[in-house]
């Protein structure tokens, strides 16, 4: 193997070449190094983290346990880590995804601040081309991409943003140097998780803060507490115990639902249960709750009439109250953000709320921005206006399959894969963490596809197959059972990333998996065991 000497002139031959060093990413570089292919990660960032790496916006932190969200696979990692908090922030997971490359020895074969512009399968060669944005070229059996599910930002479709002279700042894309909001007039686009996370920091040092939302949320407490030194050895001692739990619940979490069904206990206990988890730490609320609060109509709306209560009595103005209590879902629907002090924010007198969908704003100005009733002067604007979720990173780069077809164009009416894994048409192409697989507490479910694409390449290498692809027959197959994971839920109907539906335009189509981590893992592991079903080898 060639080994890349820096300059953007060279080009490297690889087995395998993974795009993108999240979480995700680095750990489907440890497993092919670790099975002896060579292989480098391309990284369109400064440094590792992903997700970690790119928010670092004040308030930034998990809605997973931190040490049900780090790697469980490797023992020096659990013997030399230890979490502080139950949820970390940002700067702590990015400390830790760093001395995870270190510890494991991965950081020769990142290349930072290598952005993939394009990929091109050759049929003659079976090789991937792969350039950056820079000019390097990399030439490669395989093509792994771990690009992310939320990491391809949007911004508001309103012109005039360049225009705007005042700072300005999308969360993820936030600046590693402070930025102060001190007697500043702020305006936050935006209450999805972000917004709700990073709304309370803005509103403690600016003079005026203008929230503009679109959509409300249910929102409910994180209740964050630090990790004892004994409950970390506890962890430590159940580690391997831990990842089993993860892997044997619905969503990757340490939490399952409970056996009993909303209506199966008075309504005394039925209130009583969702105040004990209001006030238990994370997503425990929808996590850890009745078995039904999702597929039934009447447990879904005594769980959302509880939280909307909550709003009520935690808002002082009713009328503000009122806009801040979701009318276009009910919980369960979406991934509920968790807060700190969220809606108490309203209550402070320098801070205004605006609805978008009373007076969306119809352009920015070089002094602040304005909207259809208005205009507003602003010395900084943020926009937590979220992500082109799922194939938003995937599409964005120019990868070219059989025949010169885009990947963009394959997807035009929504993903199609097999299995969440492969495009048809994309020999040689691997996607993890992407569309129509399954998700929840993300590393759990991207860990289960990185090690089946371990398996996938062992095989074909053991073999001498030198390509594979699936075909429209299997995405097809695929696509009616990531339908199916979905129906008689309420996420059914929602309006979400999920669905694209925060893109104007958008095909609405299911972008993720319902059906559970261990379900996806078994239906994986039945196509493996039946010959590799849906994957043709050539
Ligand atoms: C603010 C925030 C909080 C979150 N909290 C949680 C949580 O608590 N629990 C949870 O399970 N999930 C959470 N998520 C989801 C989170 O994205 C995943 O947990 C996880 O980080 C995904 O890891 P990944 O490695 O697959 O992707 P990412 O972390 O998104 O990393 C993808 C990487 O690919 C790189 N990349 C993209 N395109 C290119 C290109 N063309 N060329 C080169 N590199 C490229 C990006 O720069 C990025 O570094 C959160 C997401 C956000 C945005």
Redesign the pocket.
């Known amino acids: 193997m060639n080994e890349h000497n820096g300059s953007p002139a060279a080009e490297v031959e690889l087995d395998a070449l993974v ?8 750990y489907q570089l440890y497993r092919l190094r670790e099975h002896g292919f060579t292989v480098k990660a ?4 400064g440094g ?8 670092r ?1 004040p308030g ?5 346990e931190s040490y049900s ?1 780090g790697y469980f696979f490797s023992p020096e990692l659990r013997d030399e880590w230890t979490w502080s908090e139950e ?1 970390a922030g ?1 700067p702590e997971t990015e400390r830790y995804l760093n001395f995870a490359v270190d510890r494991l020895g991965l950081r020769p074969y990142i290349e930072f601040d ?4 394009s990929a091109e399968f050759s049929e003659e060669q079976s090789r991937w081309l792969v350039t ?1 944005t820079a000019g390097a070229v990399y030439r490669a059996r395989f093509l792994i ?8 930002p949007v911004f508001p479709a309103a012109p005039g943003l360049e225009e705007y002279r005042g700072e300005s700042y999308h ?2 894309l936030w600046p590693a140097a402070p930025v102060d909001f001190k007697g500043k007039r702020v305006a936050v686009v935006g209450t999805g ?2 917004g709700v ?1 990073i709304i309370p920091f803005v509103a403690r040092d600016a003079s005026e803060l203008t929230v503009f939302q679109r959509t409300a949320n249910w929102c409910t407490p994180i209740n964050n507490r630090p990790i004892s030194s004994e409950k970390a050895e506890r962890i430590r001692a159940r580690f391997d115990e831990l990842h089993e739990l993860c892997l044997s619940t619905p969503a ?1 979490f340490i939490h399952r639902p409970r056996d009993l069904a909303a209506f199966e206990v008075s309504d005394a206990d039925r209130t009583a249960w969702f105040q004990r988890l209001y006030d238990e730490p994370g997503l425990t609320m929808v996590m850890n709750n009745f078995r039904d609060i999702t597929t039934d109509a009447a447990a879904n709306a005594a769980v959302t009439d509880f939280i909307r209560a909550k709003i009520r009595e935690r808002v002082q103005d009713p009328a503000v109250a009122e806009m801040l209590i979701p009318d276009d879902h009910t919980y369960g629907m979406k991934r509920p953000p968790l807060e700190n002090g969220y809606y108490e924010v309203f209550n402070q007198d320098n801070v205004e709320l605006v609805s978008l969908r009373e007076e969306p704003i119809e352009r920015f100005t070089p002094t602040g921005l304005a909207t259809t009733r208005r205009e507003m002067d602003f010395d900084m604007i943020v926009l937590a206006t979220g ?1 082109e979720a799922a194939t938003g ?2 599409t ?2 120019d990868i070219r399959g059989s025949g010169g077809r885009e990947l963009g164009d394959h997807w035009e009416a929504g993903p199609r894969t097999h299995l969440g894994l492969q495009a048809a048409g994309f020999p040689n192409l691997f996607i ?2 992407g569309p129509q697989s399954t ?8 860990e289960i596809q990185a090690d089946l694409v371990t398996r996938l390449l062992t095989f074909m290498t053991e073999q001498g197959h030198s390509v594979v692809t699936t075909s429209r027959e299997a995405e097809d197959t695929w696509i009616d059972i990531v339908a199916d994971s979905v129906r008689g839920t309420v996420l059914e109907n929602a309006r979400s990333w999920a669905f694209g539906s925060n893109i104007d335009g958008k095909k609405r189509a299911y972008l993720l998996w319902s059906g559970g981590i261990p379900a996806y893992r078994e239906r994986c592991e039945e196509a493996f065991a039946d010959g590799f079903r849906g994957f043709v080898f050539g």
Do not use: K
Not at 19 to 26: E, L
Not at 48 to 55: E, L, P, S
Not at 114 to 117: D, F, Y
């Open positions: 795009v993108g060093a999240g979480i995700t990413g680095i391309l990284e369109a960032g590792v983290g992903g997700t970690w790496y790119w928010n916006y930034c932190r998990f809605d997973s969200y949820f940002q290598a952005r993939v512009a950056t991409t771990a690009v992310g599910l939320l990491s391809a969360t993820a998780s972000s996370q990757g992500f990173s995937l964005r780069m993890v963490g998700t929840g507490n993300i590393p759990r479910a991207t």
